[in-house]
T-cell receptor, first 115, second 117 residues
Framework: AQSVAQPEDQVNVAEGNPLTVKCTYSVSGNPYLFWYVQYPNRGLQFLLKYITGDNLVKGSYGFEAEFNKSQTSFHLKKPSALVSDSALYFCAVRDIQTGANNLFFGTGTRLTVIP | KAGVTQTPRYLIKTRGQQVTLSCSPISGHRSVSWYQQTPGQGLQFLFEYFSETQRNKGNFPGRFSGRQFSNSRSEMNVSTLELGDSALYLC????????????????FGEGSRLTVL
């Protein structure tokens, strides 16, 4: 079975500092991994994905994520945090058993960027 | 290009009633997925429709059902509502193909927030 874990419910970072939101995964076979962001009272927005290729994936709004197979991790990073980055972040993995769009989401990490 | 539109945005029902939620996907998208979001359970996959056929189904009781029309619009229905059905129901559309570029890239609507009293 596929699953992802986000070990931190809350991450606080000062504006201008680098940020990291952690995600580890458990899959059988090749993982398809994703990051989504949710702003208050809004739906989720796609940030980036890892399917194959380079371990460092670049996405929207200056975010990037590093796929690490040996550590089964897919941490989300940004070099310099903005107050507007404050939101709920979800890591997800594709269910390779049943099809392309059945995603298993983590429990979410609330990022707060402090001015 | 218009985004994913969900209606209604908010609704209140009582236990035992039934509810129908609607989702209009992005033009050209043939896949529509539904997710339930609650504080306790997080985001859970309900089902996915592609070209009017249910392609995948999550682990929800039969009270939860859906359908997709020829124009790719989708509806989901919950019958005999329970208090635990209170949630944000999110619809997501995608091209639905199996190419690497389209896999997993979902476009979500803002959701329909259901409160069951």
């Amino acid at each position: 079975a596929q699953s992802v874990a986000q070990p931190e419910d809350q991450v606080n970072v000062a504006e201008g500092n680098p940020l990291t939101v952690k995600c580890t995964y458990s899959v059988s076979g090749n993982p398809y991994l994703f990051w989504y962001v949710q702003y208050p009272n809004r739906g989720l927005q796609f940030l980036l994905k890892y399917i194959t290729g380079d371990n460092l994936v670049k996405g929207s709004y200056g975010f990037e994520a590093e796929f690490n197979k040996s550590q089964t991790s897919f941490h989300l990073k940004k070099p310099s945090a903005l107050v507007s980055d404050s939101a709920l972040y979800f890591c997800a993995v594709r269910d390779i058993q049943t099809g392309a769009n059945n995603l298993f989401f983590g429990t979410g990490t609330r990022l707060t960027v402090i001015p | 290009k218009a985004g994913v539109t969900q209606t209604p945005r908010y609704l209140i029902k009582t236990r035992g009633q039934q509810v129908t939620l609607s989702c209009s996907p992005i033009s050209g998208h043939r896949s529509v997925s539904w997710y339930q979001q609650t504080p306790g359970q997080g985001l859970q996959f309900l089902f996915e429709y592609f070209s009017e056929t249910q392609r995948n189904k999550g682990n929800f009781p039969g009270r939860f059902s859906g359908r997709q029309f020829s124009n790719s619009r989708s509806e989901m229905n919950v019958s005999t509502l329970e208090l635990g059905d209170s949630a944000l129901y999110l619809c997501a559309s995608s091209l639905g193909g199996a190419t690497l570029s389209s896999i997993g890239e979902l476009f979500f609507g803002e959701g329909s927030r259901l409160t069951v009293l």
